[in-house]
Nanobody, 123 residues
Framework: QVQLVESGGGLVQPGGSLRLSCTAF????????IAWFRQAPGKERERVSC????????SYADSVKGRFTISRDNAKSTMYLQMNSLKPEDTAVYSC????????????????WGQGTQVTVSS
């Protein structure tokens, strides 16, 4: 069965860290660009970060630059989002998605989409 499964969400205090994981089942992750999105209640979905399959180049939303790091381990069919210096405004449901290119993901296209994991930043 083809699917993306996220894990690693939870409750963390402001200034803390979390690492999200997204594992692919049923297809070869290394063939795809991978992105993390987030959506908070009442807000539009935001593309947080993306990593290409071709050269591993990365991109980040301005809101997370310098705090979040995206990475991938193709041998484990898993991608990661390391989140440091978390702020209350980072609270959202985080989802991973794949497409052939990050550009496609930027314009709303995707091949597969995960179910999401909740991240809550609160004291």
């Amino acid at each position: 069965q083809v699917q993306l499964v996220e894990s690693g969400g939870g409750l963390v205090q402001p200034g803390g860290s979390l690492r999200l994981s997204c594992t692919a089942f049923g297809f070869t992750l290394e063939d795809y660009a991978i992105a993390w999105f987030r959506q908070a209640p009442g807000k539009e979905r935001e593309r947080v970060s993306c990593i290409e399959s071709t050269d591993g180049s990365t991109s980040y939303a301005d809101s997370v630059k310098g705090r979040f790091t995206i990475s991938r381990d193709n041998a484990k069919s898993t991608m990661y989002l390391q989140m440091n210096s978390l702020k209350p405004e980072d609270t959202a449901v985080y989802s991973c998605a794949v497409a052939r290119l990050c550009r496609t993901l930027s314009f709303g296209g995707h091949d597969y989409w995960g179910q999401g994991t909740q991240v809550t930043v609160s004291s």
